[in-house]
């Protein structure tokens, strides 16, 4: 969260490590690991006007064999209309547009699931 207090005219730029504890925080239960950064822009001249990008990965389990799998994570957004309040908070305008930037099935590259759990899958 920015304190409006700190918002210029001007842009500034905030940056953010995020982990696997903020989607856990946030009621991710799908994503049991991260490794994010997040870079935002902000110019406040009686509105915010955001730019951020995000880049990583998050760590989700396999459909296919539920063991830890990696995803990439490369995406940006902008946001205009965003709720003055005391604060600027991006955490869940970040955490949705990471969550619906996953795909919708999750799973290792052919070849690359837990041989023990796909044995179970074929037979």
Avoid at 17 to 29: C, K, R, S, V, Y
Avoid at 83 to 101: G, N
């Amino acid at each position: 969260m920015i304190p409006y207090s700190e918002l210029t005219a001007s842009r500034r730029e905030y940056f953010w490590h995020l982990d696997g504890a903020f989607f856990a925080a946030m009621g991710g239960e799908d994503i049991i690991g991260a490794d994010l950064e997040v870079l935002a822009s902000v110019r406040y001249d009686g509105s915010a006007e955001v730019s951020c990008s995000v880049k990583g990965s998050v760590t989700v389990e396999c459909d296919r064999c539920l063991e830890p799998l990696a995803l990439p994570v490369d995406l940006s957004f902008d946001d205009d209309e965003l709720e003055a309040d005391a604060f600027l908070d991006l955490r869940q305008d970040v955490y949705d547009y990471v969550c619906t930037s996953l795909p919708l099935q999750r799973k290792h590259p052919e070849g690359e699931c837990n041989p023990e759990a796909v044995k179970y899958l074929a037979g």
